[in-house]
Structure formats: structure tokens, C-alpha cells
């Protein structure tokens, strides 16, 4: 038995294995008794895994055609229900608000130009540059359908009230006094039931021929500008997506899953074979993309539909300015916006082609967000707990917050001078690795008189700048450690603390005492080294030092002398003298001889 992983699977093992083999066993009745005979009598037949199966056997893939219950299930004509979802679901009626289909037609134009001029169109500049020559092609073409309004400014500029893109009408339109958005709604909505209700009786793929209509004007009315509307190419194709999706959601949603099937490519499908679909003007897209139906206004049975702006202008300006490119036909608020961006941030008006941090939705086409500014209501954490806004969010329940510690006043020299305070919670000097000032003297003590100078008493310590040299350790600190009051007793080092713990250290040998082992000299020879040298040597009186300091310590024992490892123990230097030596032994002998 192959494993089935889903749902879907064991829905389809079901349908196409089990089910036909129980109908088939219903069907025959001496089978069905001979298998019921069996039952009885035998045991059933022991348990296997599917697992344990050496039939290895995969379900089939999604299937990529529907079946013929499922197209019968979509071939069923769009229910009064079904129509009422496709108007307030799925936003047919925004797709015909200008607002809407000029931000759709920017988003094609924007890619159009990048695919042109990137250089151009790079940094905080080249995006407001977007912004402009977008709203200039559109501005061109629907100047050729006839919908252009000229009450328009330029979406996101921000400069005047008729850039305010979300209050733009139709030039049919009547421009009402206040926003009174039911009846807009209540308009669209009854637009798009037109629309449908001209699609009723048609079946699934088919499609009914539009009647050529001529462009808008000056003088067009109401009905014939929404007439336009409703039977151009780009909202036909939605119109007829969108049945498609009502269509394949009859199926349920397992059911759906196991089928490998698209209804926009479905309906592209429809629009080829019909020859209604258009593949020109691929700027922008890459290989293989499918395209959009955005930007098709004429069908081909009517008049040429305006072709989208020539990009030559764009793509052979060297300069990355669109003022310096030829051949475009700029008017004179598009010269002076671009100029306007060119200039420094100071110079032009406040949120010049900025979107404000507060407002809903995204950024238009050439927008930039606004960067925040701080508020001068704004506190900054000073380093205490208690002073950090989110502190109470993060301090515990059963834990109290900490008691307020009260400043301490540093006492000064000069009480005019205004006292400084030390900030709450903040560690002492001496924890912070100094000693603390000694405290000064109660105001009633008596001060101490220092003794009078003595002739015979040896002179006083002149205090030198820097380290004294051969100065015994810690002389020079114990008068100041016995008069500083005794700092806070810390505990110790976790390095003393094991050092503590290990045994006490061993006793340093002795010195190695002098060998006195003689070397071996000529008697005459140490008899006349001896004599050499003076008979007493008189040591010198240690130098004082200046200032009448005392005298300093002795040099202690140093190390032990090298021995020579081929002669005596110790080795002894010769001094040289001045009177002459007798001649050794061997001279004797050799002149005896």
C-alpha cells in the first residue's frame, strides 16, 4: 500500500480505489455472500505497516487539468449573492477612482524610467525627479484620452491643496462642497452593478464585443464618461478575473488544493486566443514577466491607443539632469518643480515631496518619509534606575522600589561659593579607587603647636620631588595610613582568599657560608702582595646628602661568589702593585743549573 502524506491523498485514494471496488462488490451478490462466508470462518489476516510495505509507490502530483465535476461546478452562471461579493470584496469599485489608476500607471511609468536613465533617477534627488517625469508621461497620454483634469497637481508634492491626490475627480464629475464619501461610494458601487449586469447572461470564457467609443471632451456628461470607463480594456480583464475566482471558489478548499490551477492564466489564456492581449511596450520587464493589462485604453477595433512617452530623451542624457535632455516637452510648473529640486533642503517649502511620519498609507511616487524630530518634552535616562521611564514595566511585583538616597554636600573652603552636590547613588571616592579627603578638624579642638628647633636635634627631611631611591617600603606611607581615618572595610580578593587556604610557605635556606679552603700561592709571592698593600685601610665617612638627610641603610649580603668548577672553590683576583716581584722558583733553578 503506497503512504498518503494528507489529506488530499487519502481523499483521492478513497475516491478512486475503495469507493469503485465497493460498488462493484454491492453490485454482485454471489460475491458479496462468498466474501461474507469467508469473513466468518477465517481470521483476518495479519497486520502491516504501511511503512514496512516494499511498495514504495508515490500519490500522483497536483493535478494541472480539472476534472469534469469540477468544471461542471464552474460552469454554472454568477448568482445575484455572487455578484454583491464581487462589489464590496474584491474593489472593483476603486480600480475606476483616478486616485487609484494613477498610482497604478506611475508604479509601470517609474519602472519604464529606471530601465531608461538610472543614474538619473539615484539618491533623494533622482526620487523626486520620479515623481515629476511619472506624472508627466501619464499627464501626456490622458491629455490624449480626454480624462486629464486640469484642476490636478503633482500626487505627494505637498505644495498646494490640489496635490492632495485622494481628492481628485473625474472631469465629469461634480466638484461637491464637503467630502461626502457615502455618495461617492453609493456611485461607484452602482457603476460596477452596471458593468456586471451587462456580463449576466454570458457563460464561462466568453466574451461579448464593446462598442467603439470616441474620447471624452469638454462637453462629455456623467453617463457617457462612465460608460468610457467601464468598457476599456484594463477593467474588462478584472471584471472577468475576478469571475473566474468566484467560479474556482465554489470548490472546496481541500478539494482546491489538489489542483494545479491559475485564473489570471487562465483568463491571459482567453485573451490570446481572443487576440485582445497585448505584449507591446515591455520597458522595464524582464524576460518571460508577465505583463499587466494596466495602460491598454483602446481595443483594436477602435482608434490607436496613445502610445506610452518615447525614453530615447532620457536614455541619451549624459548630464543625469531631465531640464538638459532634448525633446521634452516640459510645462512650466514641471521646469520649476525640477528646479525646486535642485536647490539646497533650506531653500525649499516645508515638507517639500515628504510624507509625514503621522499620516496613514505609503509613500506616493517621488515621496521620501519624514525623519522624526525630537520633542522638547523629551527626558533622557540619567544612569538611575528610578529616573528610566520603563523602569516600572521591568521592576518586579514583590520587590520595593529603592528608597530615594539623599544628596550629601561637600563641604568647601569658601562657604559663599554654592556647595556642590553629589548626584544620588553614586559610589564614594574611596570606592571609586581614591582615598578620601582626611575630615577636617572639629570647630572647638585645639591646634597642635609644632616643637621648637633644637641645635643638637638632627636637621629635618627635606620632602623630595619624586621616588627617593633606596627607600626602606612603606616608611614613607605609615604616618599618613596612622593619621587617615581607616577606609571601608571591603572583603578580600577571591586570589587572597585562596592564597589563605594553601600551606604556609617554606623557610628560605641560609646563605652558603665562605669556603675556607686556601688557595695555593707561593709563600714569597703573599708575602709580597702584602706588602704591597698598606697595612690598615681606614673606611670613609659616608657622605651626608644635601639637605642633612640621614644617612642611608647598608648594603646587605649579596649572592654567594662564583666558583670555578677546574680550580679552588674561590676565586681570587690579583691587584696589581708597583714594587717588583722576586723572580719564582724555577728561575733559580734553571741559573743554578
Known amino acids: 500500500m503506497p503512504p498518503y502524506f494528507d489529506q488530499a491523498q487519502i481523499h483521492a485514494a478513497l475516491r478512486n480505489q475503495a469507493i469503485p471496488t465497493l460498488e462493484a462488490l454491492a453490485a454482485n451478490e454471489d460475491v458479496r455472500n462468498h466474501l461474507l462466508r469467508r469473513f466468518d470462518r477465517s481470521d483476518p489476516p495479519p497486520y502491516v505497516s504501511s511503512t514496512e510495505s516494499s511498495l514504495h509507490e508515490m500519490s500522483p502530483p497536483r493535478e494541472s487539468r480539472l476534472p469534469e465535476d469540477v468544471l461542471e461546478i464552474m460552469e454554472r452562471p454568477i448568482t445575484d449573492e455572487e455578484r454583491n461579493l464581487m462589489v464590496f470584496s474584491y474593489g472593483l469599485g476603486s480600480d475606476l477612482a483616478p486616485n487609484y489608476m494613477y498610482l497604478r500607471e506611475a508604479k509601470r511609468e517609474i519602472r519604464r524610467l529606471i530601465h531608461a536613465g538610472r543614474r538619473m533617477f539615484s539618491y533623494k534627488k533622482g526620487g523626486r525627479r520620479e515623481g515629476v517625469m511619472a506624472r508627466h508621461n501619464i499627464k501626456h497620454r490622458w491629455e490624449k484620452l480626454g480624462i486629464w483634469n486640469p484642476a490636478w497637481g503633482f500626487p505627494g508634492r505637498n505644495v498646494t491643496p490640489e496635490d492632495a491626490i485622494f481628492k481628485w475627480k473625474w472631469p465629469w464629475q461634480q466638484q461637491n462642497s464637503g467630502d461626502d464619501f457615502i455618495s461617492e461610494d453609493a456611485e461607484v ?62 470548490i472546496d478548499w481541500d478539494e482546491r488544493r489538489r489542483y494545479n490551477y491559475n485564473p489570471r492564466t487562465q483568463v491571459i489564456k482567453w485573451w490570446k486566443e481572443r487576440g485582445d492581449w497585448r505584449e507591446e511596450n515591455r520597458e522595464g520587464w524582464s524576460e518571460g514577466e508577465p505583463t499587466d493589462p494596466w495602460g491598454y485604453w483602446k481595443w483594436r477595433h477602435e482608434s490607436p491607443s496613445p502610445e506610452p512617452e518615447d525614453m530615447t530623451p532620457i536614455a541619451n542624457n549624459v548630464n543625469g539632469n531631465p531640464l538638459d535632455a532634448e525633446g521634452m516637452d516640459f ?29 496613514y498609507g505609503g509613500t506616493l511616487p517621488g515621496q521620501m518619509l519624514e525623519r522624526p524630530k525630537p520633542s522638547k518634552d523629551t527626558t533622557f535616562w540619567t544612569g538611575e534606575p528610578s529616573a528610566n521611564p520603563l523602569f516600572p514595566l521591568f521592576r518586579s511585583v514583590d520587590r520595593p522600589p529603592p528608597p530615594a538616597a539623599e544628596p550629601e554636600v561637600v563641604p568647601e573652603e569658601n562657604d559663599e561659593a554654592p556647595k556642590r552636590t553629589r548626584r544620588p547613588g553614586r559610589p564614594p571616592r574611596a570606592v571609586r579607587g581614591r582615598p578620601p579627603p582626611p575630615p577636617p578638624p572639629p570647630p572647638g579642638a585645639e591646634e597642635e603647636v609644632p616643637p621648637e628647633e633644637d641645635d643638637s636635634a638632627p636637621p629635618k627631611k627635606i620632602k623630595r620631588a619624586g621616588r627617593p631611591r633606596n627607600a626602606v617600603p612603606g616608611a614613607a606611607s605609615a604616618a599618613a595610613a596612622a593619621a587617615a581615618p581607616p577606609p571601608p572595610q571591603n572583603p578580600p580578593r577571591r586570589s587572597a582568599r585562596i592564597a589563605g587556604m594553601k600551606r604556609a610557605a617554606e623557610q628560605q635556606s641560609p646563605l652558603p657560608a665562605a669556603s675556607n679552603k686556601k688557595a695555593k700561592t707561593d709563600k714569597q709571592s703573599r708575602a709580597a702582595a702584602s706588602a704591597a698593600q698598606p697595612a690598615t685601610r681606614t673606611k670613609a665617612k659616608p657622605r651626608a646628602p644635601r639637605g642633612g638627610a640621614a644617612a642611608q641603610p647598608k648594603r646587605g649580603p649579596g649572592r654567594p661568589k662564583k666558583q670555578d668548577p677546574k680550580g679552588p672553590s674561590t676565586v681570587t683576583k690579583r691587584k696589581p702593585t708597583t714594587d717588583l716581584a722576586p723572580p719564582p722558583k724555577s728561575a733559580k733553578r734553571k741559573r743554578a743549573r
Open 331 to 359: 510645462t512650466p510648473s514641471e521646469i520649476d518643480d525640477l528646479e525646486m529640486i535642485e536647490r539646497a533642503t533650506p531653500e525649499q517649502p516645508e515638507m517639500f515631496w515628504t510624507k509625514p511620519i503621522d499620516e
Open 189 to 250: 458601487q452602482q457603476l460596477v452593478r452596471r458593468a456586471l449586469q451587462l456580463r449576466q447572461n454570458l457563460r464561462r470564457g466568453e466574451h461579448a464585443p464593446v462598442i467603439p467609443r470616441s474620447h471624452p471632451g469638454p462637453d462629455t456628461s456623467a453617463s457617457e464618461g462612465e460608460s468610457f470607463l467601464i468598457s476599456r480594456p484594463w477593467f474588462l480583464f478584472l471584471v472577468e478575473l475576478t469571475e473566474e475566482k468566484i467560479r474556482f471558489d465554489r
